[in-house]
């Protein structure tokens, strides 16, 4: 039973999320033959103020892109 684990920054809708879990089980499906209903798909998602790159979170990262 292949579970697959996804962790992104929040800030994505509902129907992008379920468009990720949709093509990550469809390539889990392909790539190993696995039976569908065996296939477990989990989307964390993570506030940007607690994720960082570089030193600076990705909320702090936007802000300075926006200036």
């Known amino acids: 039973m292949p579970l697959i ?3 992104i920054a929040e800030g994505r809708t509902p129907e992008q999320i379920r468009s990720l879990m949709h093509e990550v089980h469809e ?3 392909r790539s190993l ?6 296939i477990r798909v989990v989307v964390r998602e993570i506030p940007r ?3 960082s790159s570089g030193g600076l979170t990705l909320e702090e990262i936007a802000a300075r892109e926006a200036r």
């Open 49 to 51: 103020t607690h994720w």
């Open 27 to 29: 390539a889990v499906r």
């Open 33 to 38: 033959g696995s039976p569908p209903e065996s």
């Open 5 to 7: 684990e996804a962790t």
